[in-house]
């Protein structure tokens, strides 16, 4: 059975920038299991970045605990933090690879400051340049590499001793979709192969949505929502939850002078619930917009459509999503 290794207890942490005091994060409480991979979303100035940093101490907070593996980082020692800093690794935006040293040194350097013996030290190096897909790259330096190729040198770098947690802050921020996309499935490929839990700050839904099996929702310093990704998805409670998720009702309604109709779809990936709607009714709509997703095979997300001025045309349509029991909400142009 899993079990929690990181724990936030009422963590709060305030800055203090000269006279004025900061809130950053307040009251977090949270819990990320074992072999997760967890994601921490927000926008700029949420608090995320702050709340990934108090989890190895690189920040200490305020108030409130974190427990690694049920351990309660406010109790030890720097010289004991920097043990446990060794069993969390961490990935940035900006890489920050040291640019003096070559690929391969890069990776060591880690195992330069735990004292782990030399040969031992390069042949962990090259295992993990071969996990990452850089094994022909150990003696480029990062002015050489892409900005994906170095975010894998910096992967393997965090791996280096061999960590149970990676933590990620905006990751792949940084880079185009389609490397961001390979930086993802490599992360995933290393929580399914090491069991390494992996936390993941993002402003971005789609990197939840990619890889993340539990999510939390950071908004002005404090976590509004937490759970699994699935269930978020379909059932958003909070109004930020629903932004990052789901289509705004509100922006078409003072575009179109008809009615529009938001239908909240869950269900089976392969019925096509708006053909055999327009087949039923002969009713005929527009998509205004819609944000459908798939996971497990289940459909989920919302679709907005322009109805017909015609107010029987209209009931067809809403007799067919009652009698199917579909959710829908209607709204109408001030």
């Given amino acids: 059975m899993d079990q929690s290794i990181i724990e936030l207890a009422d963590l709060t942490k305030i800055y203090k920038v000269k006279k004025e005091e900061i809130l950053a994060v307040e009251h977090i409480n949270l819990k990320i299991e074992e072999k997760d991979i967890f994601g921490i979303i927000g926008l700029s100035g949420a608090g995320k970045s702050t709340l990934i940093r108090c989890i190895n101490y690189l920040e200490k907070p305020t108030s409130g605990e974190v427990f690694f593996k049920g351990i309660p ?41 735990a004292k782990v013996p030399k040969q031992e030290a390069v042949k962990r190096a090259r295992e993990l340049l071969q996990l990452v897909g850089l094994a022909d790259r150990e003696n480029a330096y990062p002015s050489e590499l892409s900005g994906g190729q170095k975010q894998r040198v910096a992967i393997a770098r965090a791996l280096a001793n061999q960590p149970s947690v990676l933590l990620c802050d905006e990751a792949t921020s940084a880079l185009d979709p389609n490397t961001t996309r390979s ?23 789609h990197v939840i949505e990619s890889i993340c099996n539990k999510v939390a929702i950071i908004d002005q310093s404090q976590i509004k929502e937490v759970g699994f990704v699935n269930q978020i998805f379909e ?99 001030q």
């Avoid at 930086?183 to 839904?205: A, F, P, R, S």
Wanted: hydrophobic share 45%; glycine share 4%; net charge neutral.
């Fill in 235 to 333: 059932h958003p409670q909070t109004s930020i939850a629903k932004s990052f998720i789901l289509p705004d009702l509100e922006k078409w309604n003072s575009s179109f002078s008809n009615k529009i109709l938001k239908i909240n779809f869950e269900g089976n990936v392969v019925e096509p619930i708006l053909a055999k709607m327009i087949l039923e009714t002969k009713v005929l709509v527009n998509i205004l917009e819609a944000n459908v997703k798939t996971k497990d095979s289940k459909l989920f997300g919302e679709m907005l459509l322009q109805l017909p001025e015609d107010l029987k045309q209209i009931a067809k349509i809403k007799h067919y999503l009652d009698k199917e029991n579909i959710e829908y909400e209607e709204g109408i142009a």
């Fill in 183 to 205: 930086i993802l499935e490599l992360l995933k490929d290393i929580n399914q192969k090491y069991g390494i839990t992996i936390v993941i700050i993002t402003h971005e839904m």
């Fill in 73 to 113: 980082l406010s109790r030890l020692k720097e010289k004991e933090l920097r043990k446990i800093r060794q069993d969390i690794g961490m990935i940035f935006q900006g890489f920050n690879l040291l640019d003096q040293r070559t690929v391969l040194k890069n990776i060591l350097f880690p195992l330069e400051i």
